[in-house]
């Protein structure tokens, strides 16, 4: 019955069709097109306008928890430390901002970026490095986002995390902290030199010293040779090839300090970090391999090639050597401060290392009574 009733209906249908003028049919083909545009085009304007209103809350935020006196309309706000924002417009606007510090009624910064699991079990040597130099630094915390403790409200590490995701040694997510780091640190226009420190590191001369010495170097300080054993060229993916030859190919320390215009092209590249991450997985690891071969490719003359961050591997092994209590000694200290030669700004000098790691928290108690030794104060 139904389906009868059903193909009649259709039937008719079709001969209305026929009998329809075919003038009077294009009207109405015209009429549901154009009524589908317009629906079409009423959703787009509502979405572009719900977009429009979003960002615009964002960034009236944005300048009203900063209280950076430098903010310009014509800069990106630096985001407020603790402000969630996905990564990829965090480095986009990273990307962005100026590529030589902009020094206006201030000093150029030194940013102090820690990528840390937990807390800084050493922050009170480091408390006092910073003591008196407020105007010339800057801290961002990286931490594993489950810790959430928060120093005192004297500390100079108050609210210094940034929002932070899940990191595992050796692989992307290691890299992909990094960048956030340096993407933070760098939407401060007046931070000029990025140093990366764990929080098993010291500083091995007073702030003074460091900051004149970093300042005062044109080149960065990334660790960067070609290593020919298994551990270094071993761990090049041909695959990797157009991008990256094996002539590219550099291995280095992954606790770096870099001039501005450096840490701006790394979070510039998305090309060789994409290669990267599809090819350099462990036993590659990329946290030793993608930067010293990023800026070997793009910008090699503005790298020193060595590391001021100190590490012992005379041990062996896979790991460096870990300093504990008994360890902290004026003279090993000495050797590792004045012990070395290498190059600065075209001189000779045996000032070549700033920091050292790995030190265990036991060292704290000596290290602090040392400092006013270390650190003429
Ligand atoms: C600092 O920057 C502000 C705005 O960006 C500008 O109006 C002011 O003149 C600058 N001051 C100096 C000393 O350059
Ligand atoms: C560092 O190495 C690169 C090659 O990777 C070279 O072009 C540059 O001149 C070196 N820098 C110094 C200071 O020797
Ligand atoms: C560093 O250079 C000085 C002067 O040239 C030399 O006496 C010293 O032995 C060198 N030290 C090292 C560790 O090479
Ligand atoms: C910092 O250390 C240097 C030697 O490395 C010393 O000459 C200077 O007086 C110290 N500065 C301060 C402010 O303690």
Known sequence: MKKQ???????ELNVRMKKEPITLRYIHILGTV?????????????ALYLNQRLQTSLFLQNDHLSSNPLTSPSLSPPPPHGSDMSDEELMRRAAMAPREAVINETHPKVAFMFLTRW????????EIFFKGHEDFYSIYVHTSPEFTEEPPESSVFYKKRIPSKTVEWGRSSMMDAERRLLSHALL?????????????????????????????????????FDDPRPMGRGRYNPKMLPHVSLSDWRKGNQWFELSRRVAAEIISDHRYYNVFKDHCRPPCYIDEHYIPTLVNKICPEMNSNRTVTWVDWSRGGSHPARFVRKDIRVGFLDRIRFGSNCSYEGEVTNVCFLFARKFHVSTLEPLVKIAPYLYGI
């Open 5 to 11: 009733k059903f193909t009649a209906f259709v039937k």
């Open 34 to 46: 154009v009524f589908f545009t317009s629906i079409s085009s009423l959703v787009i304007l509502l």
């Open 119 to 126: 807390n800084l079990p050493l922050s009170p040597l480091w």
């Open 188 to 224: 401060k226009p007046s931070n000029a030199r990025f140093v990366l420190l764990s929080e098993t590191c010291i500083p091995l001369f007073n702030f003074t010293t460091v900051y004149t010495y970093l300042m005062g170097s044109t080149r960065s300080f990334l660790g960067s």
